[in-house]
C-alpha cells in the first residue's frame, strides 16, 4: 500500500525516515540548528547499503552548504527558496543539479526563505558528505563534525 507524507505534518523528517536511520537527521540538527534531514530508502531493506535514496534536505535561512562530494550518483531538485551557487547563479523551486561520484559542488548559500530540496543518492553507502581537501576549514569542520556526530548517533541506535 503506498505511504502518503506531508511536510506541513509534526515531526514529517523523522516521518519519512526509517526508525534505524532517524540518527541522520539527529546529526544534521546537532551540527547544523536549523537545518533538518529525512531519507526515504527505496528497498525492502532500509538499511541496505546499495538501495537508492530521497532525502529531503531543509537549510536554514543564509546558512551555508559547504564544498563536499558523495560517493554516490547525486540528483538535488530545490523544491522551496533558493540556493545561490559559486558565481552567483540562483537555483528556485524546479531547478536541478546533479554530480557525479566524488565530484565537488559548494558551498551554496541558501537564500532569505531557506532552502528546502530533494536529493536523490544512487546508493545509501554515498551518502554521507566528502570534505574537500582543498584548505576550506570550514567545510572541513562541518564535515568532520557531521561524521563524528553521525557515527556516535548510529551507535547510540545500533546499541538501543
Known sequence: MPKYYKISDPDYFDSITPPELRFAGEATREVMPGWDLGSIVMADEPTNPDAPV???LKIAPGDTLPRHA??????????QGSITLPGGD?????????SRPHEYYGPHVAGDEGCL??????????????????GDEYAEDVTARVHDATSRL???TNNA
Request: one cysteine or more.
Open 54 to 56: 530521497a532525502s529531503m
Open 70 to 79: 558523495h560517493d554516490c550518483f547525486r540528483v538535488e531538485v530545490v523544491i
Open 90 to 98: 540562483v537555483l528556485h523551486p524546479g531547478d536541478i543539479m546533479t
Open 117 to 134: 530540496s530533494v536529493e536523490i543518492f544512487s546508493a545509501a553507502h554515498g551518502m554521507l558528505p566528502i570534505s574537500d581537501d582543498a
Open 154 to 156: 548510529q551507535n547510540q
